[in-house]
């Protein structure tokens, strides 16, 4: 079974401020997925990745598949990105498997 | 881009009525969805695959009698809470896997419902 970590748990951070999540998976996956949860519980797609990197306005995610790692990146955040910041992995099945979820506060 | 889209978004209920949640894909057919549970501060939790046209496969622990699924469309699948209690307050979440050459998935808005 697949163990997903992400990591901070929680993070404050001042608005413009540079921001990484990380997330680290224990087996290997066909597709790993970042999720943005707001506060009223909708969850929006941000990313697929399998491999390398992707870019999305401020957002930039990339995965390292050989280290099981993937990071998402804020730049120039504002207090809109305040939100959960879910990492999902996906195995050669369909069934994701989720990280606990890293709350993001941005502070104007 | 693809949306489902989730009805109702906040549903309160009073124990022992059934409550039915749906979950619609709007420009495109999803041959497979899947709902999701979400407890307080906690991660999301696989309930059940559901495919078109035929039986959902629930996750051990999961009463499929309880969570009565359907997905008798390539554009809709129902999740019905039966008999409700208060300890099936919770959120719930569908996801629907997009038949393209991507095969992203995509999410519902989420449903959260308080059974009283």
């Known amino acids: 079974k697949n163990e997903v970590e992400q990591s901070p748990q929680n993070l404050t951070a001042q608005e413009g401020e540079f921001i990484t999540i990380n997330c680290s998976y224990s087996?290997?996956?066909?597709?790993l997925h970042w999720l943005q949860q707001h506060p009223g519980g909708g969850i929006v797609s941000l990313f697929m990745?399998?491999?390398g990197k992707k870019k999305h306005g401020r957002l930039i995610a990339t995965i390292n598949i050989q280290e099981k790692h993937s990071s998402l990146h804020i730049t120039a955040s504002h207090p809109r990105d305040s939100a959960v910041y879910i990492c999902?992995?996906?195995?050669?099945?369909?069934?994701?498997?989720f990280g606990p979820g890293t709350r993001l506060s941005v502070l104007p | 881009g693809a949306v489902v889209s989730q009805h109702p978004s906040r549903v309160i209920c009073k124990s022992g009525t059934s409550v039915k949640i749906e979950c619609r894909s709007l420009?495109?057919?999803?041959?497979?969805m899947f709902w999701y549970r979400q407890f307080p501060k906690k991660s999301l939790m696989l309930m059940a695959t559901s495919n078109e046209g035929s039986k959902a496969t629930y996750e051990q622990g999961v009463e499929k009698d309880k969570f009565l699924i359907n997905h008798a469309s390539l554009t809709l699948s129902t999740l019905t809470v039966t008999s409700a209690h208060p300890e099936d307050s919770s959120f719930y979440i569908c996801?629907?896997?997009?038949?393209?050459?991507?095969?992203?998935?995509?999410f519902g808005s989420g449903t959260r419902l308080t059974v009283v």
């Open positions: 990745l399998s491999s």
């Open positions: 996801s629907a896997r997009m038949v393209t050459h991507s095969y992203g998935y995509t």
């Open positions: 420009d495109f057919q999803a041959t497979t």
């Open positions: 087996v290997g996956i066909s597709a």
């Open positions: 999902a992995v996906r195995g050669y099945g369909q069934n994701f498997v």
